[in-house]
């Protein structure tokens, strides 16, 4: 597993911080300003060392000197920090991009690349006419009043905004399609429909030449030209017709690339790959292996920051129009997911989420959110007990399978949306133990439909004891620690509502949502078929998620608001990075990469107005 390239010295002391201040005294004497440089995990006493390795002088306060001088440094190189950088430069903005890991695209190359952009241009053409209003409204009965990170100032400008960043980035060449299948996660909500959700073409990845060998790509799902509509309907490829039909356009679609001298990638790669391509075209330098390790605060202002080369010296760079922190989230940093989760968490996120630059931020007085919440998810723990999960979408969802706690009793719709059930299972765990749960399938569905977890291993998930097979429900009980008396009375109770095709309980199969990831040849419900022919496999699942949504506290614009709910001049935050205007759930396909785009968009667009306003030479403040 990669490690993350955190600069010498402050390895290994996650949590401890320091804020220090500095006089400045400046050579010309001029603009002498009150200064102060926030590390993370850095005591003040390491702090002043680093600061006299970086000047080569041992003069305390001397912060007059840049190594570099930008307009706008943008930190990470997921789709919020290269959104940022397209805008910044279209905006004639000097732009400089670090990301701390050795390689690029963070978890959005990881990711399904799907953008969930209500009034985008493409519903028309769908036949799908949507509106901001209705899209509103949509969000108010989904979201309701989760704070401000997602007050109805940041709903209308993310709404607002989707049009203008779909033709932006479309003229920079990016080229959108519809997920036309993929409805709204609560489509019988008022505004609620299908065809929100857009992806990037598969992308010839060719283009970026060995840059693209930098990527994260080869992390990433099947390196093939997949689109978000195929993941299901592959998965049931063998099953029904429909999937057959999907399943061969991929194969011509795959060897038509091949046939032209393409490596055609789709869903997150694709994304991720055109937004590079056109930061490669702008000539905006990446700077991997180079974290982001302070911030330079003057009068209250962000005017810079301090980062780590990769040999551990550090260098400096002047953003007179600002500093935009798109470094995802803390997925992967345990001490925070158990100080906020109260677990250490399950994460499918890339590894540099790390949370270190929300720390930084909040070091120097920038208001948090949403800390507790996560894009949680169903998954598999991985045999490797590294914390890395295995998300499961359709596994839990297709019939001939339910999940169960750890006395074996449902208490979910195990096909509602991947964050209600992520939370169901960290409500349940309070009352009963749910972690781990236990996602039960007979033959049926081993036989009709991909089991993504165990094409990686299955006879490793089972010598973990991650997964278990018998021939019996009351073997299979005894083997999980339940009363066989019980399991046996959910699951007779769950093949009844399984025949009448109605479940009672839980209400599983009722939505448009539910049925995408559900198999139409079962009736009369697609979601819903009865465990009855053994073998029966039970596999461990965990409230795994795909990166976190807590984070700094921004406006319409993006700017990080401090504790008092004024913006820090010259710092803007999107993405991960920020606590999230969907609030704490999952609208649509696409609820976290859509704003991070449409975010990193508005942030550079008001660096560049600040820019503009200050004039070319103006020490930003
Ligand atoms: C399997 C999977 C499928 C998913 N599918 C979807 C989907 O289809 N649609 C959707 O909306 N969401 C999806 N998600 C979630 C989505 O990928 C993320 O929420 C989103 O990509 C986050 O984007 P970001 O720009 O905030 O962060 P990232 O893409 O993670 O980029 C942040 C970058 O910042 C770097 N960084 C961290 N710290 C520093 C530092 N100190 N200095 C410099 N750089 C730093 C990181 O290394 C990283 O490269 C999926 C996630 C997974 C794992």
Request: charged fraction near 25%; proline fraction near 6%; include cysteine.
């Amino acid at each position: 597993m990669r490690r993350e390239p955190f600069g010498r010295g402050l390895r290994g002391q996650r949590g401890r911080w320091s804020a220090v201040a500095f006089r400045f005294a400046a050579s010309g004497g001029a603009w002498a300003r009150r200064t102060a440089i926030c590390f993370p995990d850095s005591p003040a006493r390491a702090l002043y060392s680093d600061w006299t390795t970086w000047s080569g002088r041992p003069r305390e306060g001397a912060v007059n000197e840049w190594d570099r001088d930008v307009d706008v440094l943008v930190v990470g190189s997921g789709a919020a920090g290269l959104s940022a950088a397209i805008t910044a430069v279209d905006a004639g903005l000097r732009t400089l991009v670090l990301e701390s890991t050795d390689r690029w695209g963070g978890t959005t190359n990881l990711s399904g690349g799907g953008l969930w952009m209500p009034t985008n241009p493409l519903m028309e053409a769908l036949g799908v006419p949507d509106s901001v209003d209705e899209a509103l409204a949509y969000m108010r009965a989904a979201i309701g009043d989760a704070g401000p990170a997602s007050s109805p100032e940041r709903r209308r400008a993310f709404v607002e905004t989707v049009p203008e960043v779909f033709r932006f980035l479309e003229g920079y060449g990016v080229r959108w399609t519809a997920a036309k299948d993929y409805p709204d996660y609560y489509p019988d909500l008022p505004g609620g429909k299908t065809g929100r959700g857009i992806e990037v073409e598969p992308f010839d990845t060719k283009v970026l030449g060995d840059w693209f060998k930098k990527s994260r790509s080869d992390e990433s799902l099947p390196l093939i030209p997949l689109k978000t509509d195929d993941v299901w309907l592959v998965s049931r490829a063998w099953s029904t017709p429909s999937g057959f039909v999907r399943g061969a356009r991929l194969v011509f679609r795959t060897l038509g690339g091949f046939l032209r001298g393409k490596r055609l990638y789709g869903l997150g790669s694709a994304l991720i790959s055109s937004l590079m391509a056109i930061v490669r075209r702008q000539g905006t330098e990446v700077l991997l292996s180079t974290p982001l390790t302070g911030l330079v605060v003057e009068e209250g202002a962000v005017t810079g920051v301090v980062a780590s080369r990769p040999d551990g010296s550090t260098f400096r760079v002047r953003a007179a129009a600002g500093v935009v922190l798109a470094a995802g989230g803390f997925a992967n940093n345990r001490q925070w997911r158990e100080k906020y989760h109260g677990i250490p968490g399950y994460s499918s996120a890339a590894d540099g989420d790390l949370g270190s630059v929300i720390a930084l931020a909040e070091a120097i007085g920038a208001q948090l959110a949403l800390m507790d919440d996560a894009w949680w998810g169903a998954s598999v723990p991985s045999p490797d007990a590294d914390g890395k999960a295995m998300f499961v979408l359709g596994e839990r969802s297709f019939p001939f399978s339910l999940v169960v706690d750890s006395q074996g009793d449902r208490y979910t719709n195990e096909s509602a949306s991947y964050v209600d059930v992520g939370h169901a299972m960290l409500e349940r765990n309070k009352t009963v133990p749910a972690i781990p749960s236990w996602l039960i399938v007979e033959t049926r569905h081993r036989r009709r439909y991909l089991f993504n977890p165990l094409l990686q291993g299955g006879k490793r998930l089972r010598d973990a004891g991650i997964l278990r097979k018998a021939d019996t429900i009351e073997e299979l009980a005894r083997q999980l620690g339940m009363e066989p008396a019980r399991l046996s009375a959910t699951i007779d109770r769950f093949n009844t509502f399984a025949r009448e095709g109605t479940d009672h309980d839980f209400g599983r199969g009722r939505t448009a949502y539910d049925r995408y990831y559900g198999d139409p040849r079962v009736r009369p419900n697609p979601n819903l078929g009865p465990l009855e022919k053994g073998p029966f496999t039970a596999v461990q699942i965990v409230p795994g998620d795909l990166g976190t949504k807590g984070g700094l506290l921004t406006d319409a614009d993006a700017r990080v608001l401090d504790t008092s709910d004024r913006p820090i001049p010259g710092l803007y935050a999107a993405g991960n990075t920020s606590a999230s205007v969907m609030g704490r759930t999952y609208p649509g396909p696409g609820s976290t990469i859509a704003p991070a785009v449409v975010f990193g968009y508005r942030a550079a667009r008001h660096a560049g107005s600040r820019d503009a306003a200050a004039g070319p030479n103006a020490p930003a403040n």
